[in-house]
């Protein structure tokens, strides 16, 4: 998957997106925007803004800047802003998340929804996230992640993966290859609807590494927790 091919896939998507995926992830987007919201003064990055569906679900003294690589989405986004009078939006600009041009830890949060699937190299977006990301800043994904104890779906996410440069969408991402890496802490995971396929991750950004070992152990004990509880873990935070 390529940059050309994920930007025709979201110029034949842009018209019909909020009324087909706006409606299947908007269980997600609720949640996510219910963690954001929960402090107000921050300035939060959105990466992969796309339509800008989620814009004014975000509480107004929070002030938001989003970058898509589609023209064609931003767009519809641009153009929402104007509708609804969306004043908090400082800025949407036509960017890579794999090259953010922003200087480092220059936003409170950043947050990612259903963009990690659709990027060439979810490691490099990643490592973007935690520069621009301030020291002790949080980053949120919300993505579908391959199951690991579910063999039969994960067979089906590694055949649709074979297709993923026509459909603009790569199945069989772990959240191991997301999150692995130094500077980054696993607060909490959980379970979104649609059909448990996606999950709210969060993270800190915090200064020093966790060990690799470490990391792995907590986030497969989070991942158990999630699948079974549906609840967060290591700090108890709220959904
Ligand atoms: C599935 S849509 C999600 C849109 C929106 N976040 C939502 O919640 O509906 C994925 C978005 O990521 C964008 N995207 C894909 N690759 C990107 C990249 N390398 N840099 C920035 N945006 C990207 C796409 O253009 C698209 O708007």
């Known amino acids: 998957m390529d940059l050309i091919s994920i930007q025709a896939a979201y110029r ?16 997600g987007r609720k949640r996510i925007l219910r963690q954001l919201n929960r402090h107000g003064g921050q300035r939060i990055l959105e990466v992969g803004v796309g339509t800008g569906i989620s814009l004014p679900g975000y509480r107004r003294d929070n002030t938001i800047v989003g970058i898509d690589i589609s023209k064609d989405m931003l767009d519809i986004a641009r153009r929402r802003i104007e509708r ?29 929804m259903y963009v990690m699937t659709v990027v060439p190299h979810p490691d ?78 969060r993270f800190r950004n915090v200064p020093a590494a966790m060990p690799a070992e470490s990391y792995r152990m ?11 509880h549906n609840r967060p873990s290591l700090d108890g935070a709220p959904r």
């Not at 074979?162 to 995971?189: H, K, M, Q």
């Open 12 to 27: 034949r998507y842009a018209r019909v997106y909020d009324a087909t995926f706006g409606t299947v992830f908007a269980a």
């Open 84 to 112: 609804r009078s969306l004043t908090n939006v400082e800025s949407l600009s036509e960017m890579d998340a794999e090259k953010l041009e922003f200087p480092d830890h220059s936003f409170d949060t950043v947050v990612a």
């Open 124 to 201: 490099r977006v990643m490592s973007e996230l935690r520069r621009v990301c301030k020291p002790g800043g949080d980053i949120y994904l919300l993505n579908h992640v391959m199951d690991d104890d579910d063999g039969l779906l994960q067979a089906t996410e590694r055949r649709l993966a074979r297709f993923s440069a026509r459909i603009g969408w790569r199945p069989d991402v772990t959240l191991d290859s997301l999150v692995e890496g130094a500077g980054i802490e696993l607060v909490s995971v959980d379970v979104v609807p649609p059909f448990r396929l996606f999950r709210l991750i």
């Open 218 to 228: 907590a986030a497969s004990q989070i991942a158990q927790q999630s699948a079974v």
